[in-house]
């Protein structure tokens, strides 16, 4: 009868550049869970694999804590920054393409249908529909709830359908993810008319967050 | 064009945490395969392809690095191709054509997933599939995106949650069949309603929890397979099409790219009729929903794949079975090893292996895969 | 229809440089893919499919190949993305078209690794993480371990390391590459130590770039003048993978075997047939350990270079573009600029540094810098032999 057991091996002794601090924090927190809840998980994983003698089983287990910290500082290119920076004035920009007239946003510099630069600019009130919409009552971890549940919604600016007579599906619209609020999530629908709401101008710092959602017109 | 053959298949147990590390799942998946085929030395394997999502998964960057051993590919030729969630198909597409160009004679395919070392849980990763600049500054997760979808397609054809609940009464009860299923049960529509609400309309039981795994199969050129095996699969159609990455501008209600995708493969396998023609269906089911999303844009009929499963259609005793592997929902889901489990899958039924499963007369069968944001269709037709 | 001749109808390119701030990835790539399809003469609405050599990690995007029909004009279409390099991605390409599945394809691949603020700590996460991660806060040290074993094999020094980055900077000083200069390697061997014995000299910086590469069938190569056709190409994977234990130390092990495999294409010596030889050389010991493997003699590798026969105007001008040590390390794309620089040698449009006559040519790459794994092409024009 072999002894089978998971051990936990600290992962040391190596200089992480200009973090070493914050990682080592992270990284203790990261070993102190998996020391907790994870080594249980694999040890279970491990008494379940031992009753399947057709695929070797290991008698020991070794866990190796590891951070992946990867940092990217990455251009916007040229359309998205024009985009951000319209945010920052409380404004959505978006392109619009000369051979399919189609709105794009978010905006890029080329368009993906006709294959062709893209210059002409315009802006959009921001004003549009619920395309669809959803109500989160996770975040990244499934097992902790969200202390209130959230609604989310992809929204379709007025005006920029591209609807096809013998479709039922629409063909193109100027939209984005965003969240919805002052809004019950039963009352949400689909085709409903929404309006952005801006976070003060002094907050605004170019990003999708400064407008702080979309709420229902309600006139 | 040179016809292409699966000539063996096998593939390790899907769970939620296998104690083994890639390479020895990968490992084992290939002794498998290479036990099924019987009369093949991995000698005279000619190459090895991979599939495998997120590195991130597994902690590596670069993951092919992890099967070259494992796959006994030292000195071969042994690259990964990478489409998200429809990445075990495209290896099986992959796959097709390094053997159809007369480049290779004989290739392992491989594809594993691990999704057990990321804590707490794999979910965190998924975020950085949004759009880095307009999208992940709202804190994103994957289920959002579904959500949005699965919201949609409810409504462009009205369908009830306890119509799309029933994929996952199929599904895991068909997997109580299946040797390797991480996730078979009998369960009620009534118990998918219950589960816990994730992102509404997603439920918990409504989508396919992460796993660990690994499948490998083994293709062949005409010639060779003949030698190999007297129940050669072939591989008569493959396709993959890529939707655009502003998914905000598409309308989710249909997978046009899978439609697109599932045409192309037809016409190279001569299908004119799917309805009528192909047996065995394996469309990719990660949530309920997906899997009558992707049979309508299969069938290239919105909405056909929700009446199909009404009138019972969609089992595996009925006219268009869907899934009787089990699928993702009942056999397990690491990802690409997901996917080209559905096309081991056809290989056992049209071979006429696949035991309790077993769809009679199996002729021909579709095995499609989806990925990325609501993205990419995979799809291969086998044939008898 | 298949398994006829695969030819390059066009290439695009954004030329290597330190760092492209103004335009995004898309819009760099839409460049590229717009010079592409001028230089073949064809509509984007005539490829059929997209082959992309992305890493997520390199990306800093969880799943790449999200991100890669729109700007190249292959929205719906087929794609397939190869987590690798370059060339590994003109592989697939190429068996696509020789399968007959299609008949124009595209292949495109960028890299910058300017916006990569720890790219050190992204390469290190390609070894084994029980055994080498903990050890190596620098995966460039595996190509110190790789080089020491290189000289110590060969009983050749650093100077001769020097001597290939000297070549290759003065190359790259004609061809506009942009890390030219005028450099001796006694200047080489001035400069520090980072991977004993590798100075900072002989490891080559990075570059941002994007290459988009048009393939057709021989149909659809039928009347134009100026394709090149790729006659061979193979990929071997590495006598070591994550864990490197396996790894013969101090050569290219996968060369050998792609270039048994491409010469039994060719029927012939590729070596003997070409003009002109561009490789991935990331760091400078790599650019004679590949020479070493075309030749089978390290001996002769070393001779060659140490006697000027690889330089411009000699028997077999290697790395005639200044190599990666010239136009810097773009990672995955690395050997997409090597392939244009070789197309267009062939096609007479390499410029100061053509080489006369060009019929002939070798490509290759490696995986990773680190990785003993790589891909080799051998292309050749409608009047080569």
């Not at chain 2, 392992?108 to 307009?134: D, G, R």
């Not at chain 2, 595996?316 to 089990?326: E, F, I, K, T, V």
Request: aromatic share 8%.
């Amino acid at each position: 009868m072999q002894e089978m057991s998971v051990r936990l091996v600290k992962f040391g002794g190596e200089t992480l550049a200009g973090l070493e601090s914050r990682l080592a924090e992270l990284l203790s927190k990261a070993t102190a869970e998996v020391g907790e809840g994870r080594v249980s998980s694999w040890a279970k994983a491990l008494e379940e694999s031992k009753g399947r003698t057709e695929f070797e089983a290991p008698e020991t287990l070794v866990v190796t804590p590891y951070l992946l910290d990867f940092r990217y500082r990455r251009s916007t290119g040229i359309a998205l920054t024009r985009f951000l920076e319209g945010l920052k004035e409380g404004k959505f920009l978006g392109t619009r393409c000369s051979g399919c007239g189609r709105v794009l946003i978010p905006p890029r510099t080329f368009c993906e249908w006709c294959f062709r630069r893209v210059d002409e600019w315009i802006e959009h009130s921001g004003e549009g529909e619920v395309a669809t919409y959803s109500i989160a009552y996770i975040g990244t971890n499934p097992k902790v709830r969200l202390p209130k549940p959230e609604p989310i919604a992809v929204i379709w600016f007025e005006g920029t359908k591209v609807v096809r007579p013998n479709t039922r599906t629409v063909a193109h619209a100027a939209g984005i993810l965003h969240r919805l609020g002052e809004v019950e999530p039963q009352e949400i629908r689909i085709g409903m008319k929404v309006r952005p709401v801006w976070r003060p101008e002094e907050e605004r710092v170019g990003s999708i967050t400064d407008v702080l959602y979309f709420a229902p017109v309600r006139r | 064009m040179r016809r292409v053959a699966i000539v063996g298949a096998g593939m390790t147990d899907f769970r939620s945490m296998l104690p083994h590390s890639s390479p020895e799942m990968i490992r084992e998946a290939v002794r498998r395969c290479l036990d099924d085929v019987g009369s093949l030395s991995i000698r005279y394997v000619d190459g090895v392809l991979c599939a495998s999502a997120p590195d991130a998964f597994d902690g590596y960057h670069d993951k092919v690095s992890i099967a070259n051993e494992a796959a006994c590919a030292i000195g071969k030729p042994v690259t990964r191709v990478f489409v998200g969630g429809g990445s075990g198909v495209a290896a099986a597409v992959s796959g097709w054509y390094h053997v159809a160009s007369g480049l290779f004679d004989t290739l392992l395919v491989v594809a594993w997933e691990k999704m057990s070392p990321p804590y707490p849980h794999a979910q965190k990763l998924f975020q950085t599939i949004f759009e880095p600049v307009v999208e992940q500054p709202l804190g994103p997760n994957l289920i959002w995106i579904f959500a949005l979808e699965m919201r949609r397609y409810m409504e462009a054809h009205n369908l009830s949650k306890e119509l799309i609940a029933e994929v996952a009464v199929k599904n895991k009860a068909n997997a109580l069949d299946h040797p390797h299923a991480q996730l078979g049960a009998r369960i009620t529509v009534e118990d998918v309603l219950k589960s816990e609400v994730m992102v509404w309309p997603v439920n918990r039981l409504d989508i396919s929890p992460t796993s660990d795994g690994a499948v490998a199969v083994l293709l062949a050129s005409e010639n060779v397979a003949r030698k190999l095996t007297d129940t050669p699969v072939w591989i008569d159609g493959v396709a993959t099409c890529l939707d655009s990455q502003y998914w905000t501008n598409r309308d989710l209600a249909f997978p046009y790219y899978v439609y697109l995708a599932a045409q192309k493969a037809y016409r190279m396998a001569g299908i004119t009729n799917p309805l009528k023609e192909v047996d065995v269906w394996e469309p990719y089911d990660p949530f309920t929903y997906k899997e009558l999303h992707h049979l309508d844009g299969l069938l290239g009929r919105p909405g056909l794949a929700p009446r199909l499963l009404k009138e019972g259609q969609l089992h595996r005793d009925g006219d268009h079975p869907a899934s009787p592997s089990g699928g993702l929902l009942g056999v397990g889901n690491p990802i690409a090893a997901a996917g080209l489990m559905k096309v081991a899958e056809l290989y056992w039924q049209l071979s006429e292996r696949a035991g309790k499963r077993q769809v009679p007369n199996a002729y021909v069968g579709v095995a499609q895969a989806w990925g990325d944001l609501m993205q990419v269709g995979t799809v291969v037709v086998c044939r008898r | 229809m298949g398994q006829g001749g695969v030819y390059v109808l066009g290439v695009g390119e954004i030329p290597p440089s330190s760092s492209l701030r103004d335009l995004d990835f898309r819009e760099m790539t839409f460049e590229a893919a717009v010079q592409a399809y001028a230089d073949a003469d064809i509509d984007p609405s005539e490829v059929e499919g997209l082959f992309t050599a992305e890493q997520d990690f390199v990306e800093g995007i969880s799943i790449a190949d999200e991100y890669t029909p729109d700007q190249v004009g292959m929205r719906l279409k087929f794609n397939m993305l190869v987590a690798g390099d370059f060339l590994e991605a003109l592989f697939h390409a190429y068996m696509a078209v020789r399968s007959g599945l299609m008949e124009v394809v595209a292949v495109e691949s960028h890299a910058r690794p300017s916006e990569i603020e720890n790219y050190a700590d992204v390469l290190r996460a390609s070894l084994d993480p029980h055994c080498l991660r903990p050890i190596l806060s620098d995966p460039y040290a595996i190509a110190g371990l790789d080089a020491r074993a290189f000289l110590s094999k060969t009983g050749s020094t650093t100077h001769d390391l020097s001597l290939v980055v000297e070549k290759n900077l003065r190359n790259a000083a004609r061809s506009g590459g942009p890390y030219g200069e005028a450099l001796s390697a006694e200047d080489v061997e001035r400069s520090p130590f980072l991977y004993e014995p590798l100075r900072q000299k002989h490891v080559a910086r990075f570059s941002d770039y994007v290459a988009v590469v048009v393939l057709g069938s021989e149909r659809a190569a039928k009347g134009s003048d100026r394709a090149v056709e790729i006659a061979s190409i193979w990929q071997t994977g590495a006598t070591s993978g994550a864990h490197q234990w396996m790894r013969r130390w101090g050569a290219m092990e996968w060369v050998r075997g792609a270039l048994e495999r491409v010469g039994r294409d060719l029927q012939g010596n590729p070596v003997r047939s070409s003009d002109l030889v561009e490789f991935t050389e990331f760091f400078a010991h790599q650019e004679l350990q590949f020479l070493s493997g075309l030749l089978g003699s390290e001996a002769e590798a070393l001779r060659m270079l140490r006697s000027g026969d690889l330089d411009l105007g000699s028997a077999l001008p290697f790395n005639p573009s200044g190599g990666c040590l010239g136009n810097g390390n773009s990672l995955n794309a690395s050997g997409g600029r090597a392939f244009v620089d070789a197309v267009r040698q062939l096609r007479g449009e390499a410029g100061r540094v053509q080489v006369k006559g060009a019929k002939a040519a070798i490509v290759g790459s490696l995986h990773t810098e680190v990785s003993d794994s790589g891909t080799l092409v051998f292309l050749r024009t409608g009047d080569a032999t």
